[in-house]
């Protein structure tokens, strides 16, 4: 596998250690001796300059552009059919009269959270009667209502309720044992993988301006000195979880991620145990949940901690939403919500419905994809505003499909493109497409789909 | 009408100067016929003191009030905050009215504050009866969390008692002034961490009352995780939410600077706590601004050439009720990463376009009543000649703090603001 053979720009020094502690545990002695250090002064960080991310959304692009099906005969000859974009695997996407039909809720007359509760409209036309409709959803904890009622978006105070009964999430007392089992496996043992998140973590949420608060919830890295507490670290080591909130580091344990490899046409990674390589009973997933991180991860989970903040809901709300939706981002199959489809998607109805920005683009070397895949494959987590983020998720929930993705990065293009007839370059392009914090997701999407003539 | 503004300052900063240029306005020096004058508090003092001081024009504005220390002042502040509660008490009105433990039900905003040395023996007696409780010290004059100290016990304030043999100071010298107040123990933590709320206002008058609040105030985060641990009570990266001294933590980013937006905050609590006590906590913020200023009105001296844009430093505790804790009358200027440029540029344009109607060549007899459109980010807190002319015919219009974006307030349309739909 192509991907991974870049984990060898991940082994810092010496190899032979790192192995070591893919699979082996920590003596007793040696357990205390980390939970003492875990609550010393100072930075307790490893020294991550020799570590890079495994790969960087372009990479994954580079991939995918070079994803062919040997049995498809295209012929040499240039047609209007011709696909001009950067993908080049015929699958099948929906056109906008398909969307429209597909997406009916976002049209122009329905009431929409995100346009109908804005300061001009009187909260009586819109607003207040669906507010009353979330609590009457939420009181049947109606599922299925909740799905139907989220695509018209979603009042920020029942957002974390609804989501939660969108995706079967009940916090059971079972599941947050299960989630302080992740906790104390995270300080048990060690995980190389657990160095790609922090600095994923360093990289990206850290300098958002929206996420740097919970920078603490995805990687517990300041260690700071709690003179008294570290006494209490040797005999209760418990207490010292409830300082830290490493949803990602458990995410990166958990074997019951696994199971979503049963609908995901990527298989996890495998390694072996020294000295037992290729016999199957030796064979352990690397790591234990299957998923390795790439440069951004840690931008799925941030948004999410707008919503909850208890650790154990937001964990268990991410890891539904990642094996619900976001694995589709970075797996390659063939699934109408996959990023292959996604970018086709994209591509064709830039060609089909704005096929003078397009060729420019293209003339100029400027290839779309190659500025929107960054914002796809993020689920647009980190350039967006987080209110419109969630109001956007909320769709993805609603209506239980990434399209919505690919509809909004050419509907960005679309308002955008008087400017962008204008660049001559692909690094003028990247400017005018830079800063996408000020944008209104839903009136984008409406105009797009409901008010552009086709 | 004619000719430019003629403006001067004695503080260098881009935003101010990059404001007043693009208004066509002409640079003049403090000797020469000037009619708008941003300057520093010191400067202020010297224009209307006794001594040095001079009479301005009609065509002459200036950004402070002369004795704005009634305000900015912490000892003072709390002096005045008191005495209007007392003087409320007294004539018996309803906001002065005290819940079974004595506490004030309406204006307990103010964390309880002791001056020293002057009330140190009542403060003792306060503090034995909560003798695990912690104090923060603050020296009265001093900005930027300067001489700012956190103590649980007696011994460590001992050189401020007034009968300490140890004490070497001048009695009642005003370098050496402090108050005490209860530390916030509790703040409500966000990520884990401690922060604050830094929200301005602008008073164009103070009789009658007449102030707009900025829409756009931020939150500013501590960079390392709060703890009440009585061991850390001297790591001031902790508990001081000052960029001053922040900034000088090891991880302290340049990038966001540990600032969110006040529209951050708001959805972070409507998502985690619910609309209504979110719009209750805005609402009592509100509400304490307002009272404060109501407060210093009667001592404030309202010359008609001035105005002022305070820094309102707000602490919310975990049960979120907001505390406040100072108000500066010269917020800082300087901007710590490229969105607070750009909102303190704002805010500078703003507040100019207030204060100083079409940037021309002001009047000060006019009216301090700006049309709508000039607001820009600004929302009418409260203008008590609208409310008195109000009377019995006020309803209570929608809640005035909205969620989210660049959302106007929706009373806007009306000249008046629902924030003042109390008296």
Known sequence: MMLLTHSHTLLASPPCDAFLRLLDGRPVGEQKELLNKWNEMGTDEPDLSLFRPVYAPKDF????INLRNPNYENGDSLSFRTHLGLIQVPLKVKDIPELKECFAELGLN????????????????????????????????????????????????????????????????EDILYYEQLKMNVIQHDLLVDSLIYKDVKLTASNDDYYF??????????????????????????????????????????????????????????SYIRGKLGLEEYAVFYPPNGVIPFHG????????????????????????????????????????????????????????????????????????????????????????????????????????????LAVLAAAVFAFRAVNLMEVTSLAAAEAVLADLSTLKVMPLLQIFLFATVT | MAGKVKWVTDIEKSVLINNFEKRGWVQVTENEDWNFYWMSVQTIRNVFSVETGYRLSDDQIVNHFPNHYELTR????????????????????????????????????????????????????????????????????????????LINKLSQIKKWSRDSKTSTFVPQSTKEAY?????????????????????????????PLRCYMYKLGFCRFCTVKYTPSTS?????????????????????????????????????????????????????????????????????????????????????????KPWLIEVNASPSLTSSTANDRILKYNLINDTLNIAVPNGEIPDCK?????????????????????????????????????????????TRDSGRSALSTWK
């Open chain 1, 297 to 404: 991860f840690s931008m799925y989970v941030a948004p999410l901690c707008f919503l909850y903040h208890e650790p154990y809901k937001l964990y268990q709300i991410f890891r539904e939403m990642y094996v619900r939706f976001f694995f589709r981002l970075h797996s390659i199959s063939s699934h109408p919500s996959g990023i292959v489809s996604l970018c086709l998607l994209f591509e064709t109805l830039l060609q089909t419905y704005l096929p003078q920005l397009f060729y420019h683009l293209r003339e100029i070397g400027a290839q779309p994809l190659r500025i929107s895949f960054k914002w796809m494959v993020r689920a647009f987590s980190g350039y967006l505003a987080t209110d419109q983020l969630l109001l956007l998720w909320d769709r993805i929930l609603g209506y239980n499909s990434l399209e919505i």
């Open chain 2, 179 to 207: 108050v005490i107040s209860l530390y916030v123990s509790n703040p409500l933590l966000i990520g884990g961490r401690k922060f604050d709320l830094r929200l301005y206002v602008l008073v164009s008058t103070y009789r």
């Open chain 1, 61 to 64: 692009l580079e991939v995918l």
């Open chain 2, 74 to 149: 912490k000892d003072l502040m709390v002096k005045n905050i008191k005495r209007y509660r007392k003087e409320l008490e007294k004539e018996g009105s309803p906001l002065a009215e005290k819940d079974e433990n004595g506490k004030y039900l309406y204006l307990d905003f103010v964390p309880v504050t002791y001056m020293l040395p002057a009330d140190y023996n009542l403060f003792v007696e306060e503090f034995r009866k909560s003798p695990s409780s912690t104090w923060i010290m603050k020296p009265c004059g001093k900005a930027q969390g300067k001489g700012i100290f």
């Open chain 2, 366 to 410: 006019w009216n301090k009543s700006p049309p709508k459109e000039v607001l820009g980010n600004y929302e009418i807190l409260y203008d008590e000649e609208l409310a008195q002319s109000d009377g019995a015919d006020r309803e209570l219009r929608s809640r005035p703090g909205q969620p989210l974006g660049p959302r106007a307030s929706r």
């Open chain 1, 110 to 173: 329905t009431g929409q959270l995100g346009i109908d509760d804005s300061t001009q409209v009187p909260p009586e036309l819109f607003e207040n009667e669906h507010v009353r409709i979330g609590q009457k959803v939420l009181a049947e904890q109606d599922s299925a209502a909740a799905q139907q009622y989220i695509r018209q978006g979603s009042p920020t105070a029942l957002r974390a309720e609804l989501w939660a009964l969108i995706l079967n999430i009940s916090s059971q007392p």
């Open chain 2, 232 to 320: 850390e009570l001297d790591n001031m990266f902790v508990h001081l939410t000052n960029v001053a001294i922040q900034k000088h933590g090891e991880d302290y980013n340049h990038i966001h600077g540990g600032k969110w937006t006040v529209n951050n905050l708001r959805l972070y609590l409507e998502s985690t706590r619910g609309k209504e006590v979110t719009s209750k906590l805005f609402d009592e913020i509100h509400w304490i601004i307002v009272q404060s200023l109501k407060a210093v009105a009667p001592v404030m001296n309202n010359d008609k050439h001035c105005f002022e844009c305070y820094g309102y430093d707000i602490i919310i505790d975990d049960k979120l």
């Open chain 1, 213 to 270: 608060v919970f920078e603490d919830y995805l990687y517990q890295m300041k260690k700071q000195r709690f003179r008294t507490q570290a006494h209490t670290a040797t005999r209760n080591p418990s207490q010292i979880c409830q300082f830290s909130s490493p949803v990602l580091l458990c995410f990166s344990r958990d074997t019951s991620v696994l199971g979503h490899f049963a609908y995901n046409s990527a298989s996890p990674p495998k």
